[in-house]
């Protein structure tokens, strides 16, 4: 595991950002997995600028999301897939079928978990998972105690978790119990891991991984299962939401 510690917000997301156009310009085809929320907005907004001078170059590239919310649908601003029209198809100039994005409202959420897997397996497998860092250790919304060995899959989300959304606003009524979500073991069969890891509050979940002992309490420390990981450790705030 290479460990990044990033002094600034600016050098987040520069290394960040290094490091997928580094793996786009060996695989411009790659499949990359991405991450929603506050911790890669700043990753986003510099792979967007790298986009628009050429340095960095998508059209070949294929996008899947970790998570989504069950029971928000594609077109409600709350769901990731919002998030990644605004954040990603709009800034970096993608089409629509180059982003897979779980449905959050599909009938069947067993059904869309394996065409998820389906799509992913299409594409001979996620060349690069890109994960954020959740307080209590989560990974997409792997909570604690998930087996490692998990694939995609409904997961109820934590009481923490929902505690966060209820946070930043969120009508407590239509707080989501449940996700959909990419498992420990889909992670784990990425070819390389880049774990981000800002915001207050993360410093036990990441020391729970600079341990280097497994932990299903902490999900983060599947990770050490993997032979290359990378993280870029912040030691910033998170922007807002």
């Known amino acids: 595991m290479r460990v990044i510690h990033a002094p600034t917000a600016q050098a987040f997301a ?14 411009p085809r790659a499949a990359l997995a991405l991450p929603s929320g506050a911790t890669p ?8 600028r790298r986009a628009r001078t050429g340095s960095v170059r998508l059209e070949e590239a ?16 709350r769901s990731f897939a919002h998030y990644f029209r605004r954040h990603l198809v709009g800034p970096l100039g993608l089409l629509d079928d180059q982003i897979d994005v779980l449905n959050g409202a599909a009938a069947d ?5 394996a065409r998820f897997e389906r799509a992913i397996a299409a594409q001979s497998g996620l060349d690069l998972c890109v994960l954020g860092l959740g307080a209590n250790g989560h990974i997409a ?8 060995d998990l694939r995609t899959h409904v997961a109820a989300l934590a009481e923490a978790t929902r505690a966060r959304l209820k946070a930043h606003g969120w009508e407590a009524s239509r707080i989501p119990t449940h996700g959909l979500t990419l498992g420990i073991g889909n ?22 991984l ?16 993997h032979a ?14």
């Open 62 to 77: 294929r996008i899947f999301s970790l998570d989504e919310y069950c029971g928000v649908a594609p077109e409600d601003p």
């Open 187 to 208: 992670v784990l069969e990425a070819r390389r891991i880049l774990l981000l890891v800002a915001g207050r509050g993360k410093e036990a979940a990441a020391a729970s």
């Open 109 to 113: 959420a067993g059904v869309e978990c």
């Open 41 to 48: 907005l700043g990753l986003y907004a510099e792979l967007a």
């Open 228 to 241: 290359h990981v990378t993280v870029i450790d912040a030691g910033v705030p998170e922007a807002p939401p």
């Open 141 to 148: 919304f792997n909570e604690p105690g998930s087996p490692f």
């Open 14 to 27: 520069k290394e960040a950002a290094d490091h997928i156009g580094a793996l786009l310009l060996d695989n």
């Open 210 to 225: 600079y341990r280097g002992v497994e932990d299903e309490s902490w999900p983060v420390t599947g990770l050490l299962r």
